[in-house]
């Protein structure tokens, strides 16, 4: 038996090896890495026993991925399958369990061993709850989110590099175009200062007064899902549905703390608020709050800022 992990995403790959390590360490069994991009070595430094490595794979086909996990399955004989919850891994975590005819949880923030079974955390209730649940079934398939475990210290250990064949599946999607994402999108995902536009904001433009105060402090900029979704000023939003952040510093500005976006932000290390309304919610969940008016605190503390600079 083995915990077997994979993700096309190198550091989310070596997040959730982390967590496979302490599982397997508990239970005195292996921890296997699929690899179908970079050394499988580095898989290995970050606690995996054994890589199973596959060639060739690419595009944007999910039946060749599909093939090499099942293949990896054969080889391994995991009793959890865990996989990155990316775009990739959330097409392939059900396709895996159904070829199995075996359980599968999605969006797992949290594994652990409680009388030797496998037990997982999600939110449910739109992050107002968090559901403990376990499967019946071995293997088991989950997915993890990025950021919800800390990769290990990287150190020269010595494992097992497997190279896998798999035959090639016949193609099942033909690719018509590709077309580059637009720029301006900030990577809030990796930034360890954020700031955060919520609607206290009351036009496009006036978001510029954040870009300032980004600079300053070496942030990125972020925003709630109806300034992302509904009002289409930024590209992508944080929050339950949208990127979950783990950055040192999280300043908010004009967001009243509903939980579908808090519980994107819980893990950061510290949260300041900037909110008029000294009953939001979001100064519940804040380390430092500022009840005041973000037209009149941003400036200010931009001019603070440059002072001390
Ligand atoms: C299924 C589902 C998933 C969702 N997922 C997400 C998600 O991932 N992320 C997310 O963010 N939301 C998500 N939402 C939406 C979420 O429920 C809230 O509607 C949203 O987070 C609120 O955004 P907000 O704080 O910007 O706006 P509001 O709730 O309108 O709050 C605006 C705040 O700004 C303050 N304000 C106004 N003017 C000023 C000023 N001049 N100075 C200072 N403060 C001011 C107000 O006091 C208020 O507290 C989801 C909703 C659903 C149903």
Known sequence: MSFLVYSEDRELAFQILAKARELADAKGSEVVALVTDGSPQDYLNQGADRALSVDGLGGFAVAPYRAAV??????AAPELIMMGATKRGKELAPRIAAALAVGCMTECYNVDLEDGRIVVERLTYGGSTIAKE???????????????FDKLEASERSGEVVGLTIEAP???LKVVEVREKPKGSSDVENADIIISAGR???????????????????AAVGCT???????????????????KVKPSLYITCGISGQIQHVSG???SKIIVSINNDESAGIHGVSDYSIVGDIYEVVPALVKALKEKA
Do not use: N, Q
């Not at 904001?201 to 600079?215: G, P, T």
């Not at 899902?225 to 990127?243: N, Y």
């Open 170 to 172: 016949a193609p099942e």
């Open 200 to 218: 206290g904001f009351k036009e496009k433009e006036d978001l510029k007064i954040l870009d300032e105060l980004a600079d300053i402090l070496g």
């Open 134 to 148: 376990y499967s019946t079934s071995v293997p088991t398939v989950i997915t993890v989110p990025p950021r919800s």
């Open 225 to 243: 899902r109806p300034i992302s979704a509904d009002l289409g000023w930024m590209d992508e939003w944080v929050g339950i549905s949208g990127k």
């Open 265 to 267: 932000i819980r893990d």
């Open 70 to 75: 099942l293949k990896a399955v054969d080889e």
